[in-house]
């Protein structure tokens, strides 16, 4: 080390992460504001801003003094979010976005439009512990948590973008990358931000949270005062078969996932949805199907069949979709309500990780928003 006469240290360039704005509350934000000398309804303005106005940099808020937008600019992470690929489908209904965040970890996010609707799927952690074989996340490994900030942001950014077509995001599914219930906190404070009637106002109902199966979790959630909607992923009907393809099940097996989603129905009287992800001579044999119908047999429960977003490289296949019907029919004639989902963004690698991944190994993307 080089060391200045007298044996001291030079100074060094240390970087200091900044403060997100978004991993502020309310009172955070006014006590910061406060601090700063700002009259006190300078932190509605700003939270205004933020959520309502969906300004995208402090400058955007024209109601700030000058002063308080450099001061906000320079001391204050605004936004964590850098894009660095943008993917849109052929039809033009699907994008999906790579984003880095400030120390490097990167993480996905897709936009679908529907015909009346515009629904985020975001990401809670970079990377995912879990696991499961057939999820290009899975196979990524884990970074890290992400902050309550860093998954509203990603909300955010959409919402800047159909609100310049003059809509709104009306739905938010927890589905992206990482398993929300092991982000327990930042997930449930995200949620609560998005719901704020006084920001973003997305109705608790206009959100699904999907997780694995992790049993302290669901039940936790049976106690949560907003009503978000509960998504489980199966994606196997016996242990032996889920503890290849969802590994958190030789932890959580079927009985005490089961056991927990008849708790969350009874303390909330909301019916569960199973996610079922069908993948050809793996899991979606007639003999599966029985067995799946036998499991959620008189519990409040909807299922949705998804043929599988396959991994380019991956063993696994979609199911095909003679295959997939014959499943749909054997559930519905032990009146399972089902249905099976669409798949979306199949030609941008819409599927969980799957960006990442392709970005990671070096790989061009196969469409890009430019193109
Ligand atoms: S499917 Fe979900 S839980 Fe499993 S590895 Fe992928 S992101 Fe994690």
Redesign the pocket.
Known sequence: MNMLPGGCIPPQEVSVPRLSILDLSKEQLQHLLREWGEPAYRARQVWHGLYCQLAGTPEALSNLPKALCTRLSQEILWDPLTPLTTLRSRDGQTYKLLFALPDGAQVEAVLMHYARRHTVCLST?AG?????P??????GGFQRNLSAGEIVAQVLYFARQVAAQGERITNVVL?????PLANYEATWTAIRRLNDPEGFNLGARAMTL?T?GLVPGIRRMAHESEQVNLAV?LHAANDALRDQL?P?NRRFPLAQVLEACRYYVAQTHRRVSFEYALMADVNDRDEDAHQLAELLGGLLAHVNLIPLNPTPGSLFRPSPRARVQAFQRILQQHHISCTVRLRRGLDIQAG??QLRLHQREGKKPLLSGND
Request: charged fraction near 5%; glycine fraction near 20%.
């Open positions: 952690q995912c512990a879990i696991g499961c057939f999820c290009a996340t899975g196979q589905m992206g990358m990482g398993e999907s694995v992923s969802v958190i969980c990780g």
